[in-house]
């Protein structure tokens, strides 16, 4: 079964290589989807694929790579979208 959820990652994520955390760990759990920051601070992040695959995706991104501090990952369902790669992407 297929999900899609959209996160919003907040605390010290830009400048700590985050969108290449997440873009490097999407690609080995077979996740689409695309990653972005945002001009609040915040980090946008769009996965969708198999159920457990997007759960575990979740739990990396509320960790974060070393030299981040995540204070707080809002997430929303949203409709299967059907990417075909994992993109990191620039406002």
Known sequence: MKKSVRLYVDGTVQGV?????????????????????LEDG???????????????MIEFCKKGPK???IRKVDVKN??????????????
């Open 42 to 56: 915040r980090i946008e992040v769009f996965l969708e694929g198999h159920v457990e695959d997007v759960k575990r």
């Open 17 to 37: 290589f985050f969108r290449a955390f997440v873009k490097e760990n999407a690609e080995r759990f077979n996740v689409k989807g695309f990653v972005r920051n």
């Open 67 to 69: 030299h981040s501090k």
């Open 78 to 91: 949203e409709r299967f979208q059907d990417f075909k790669v994992f993109k990191v992407m620039h406002i």
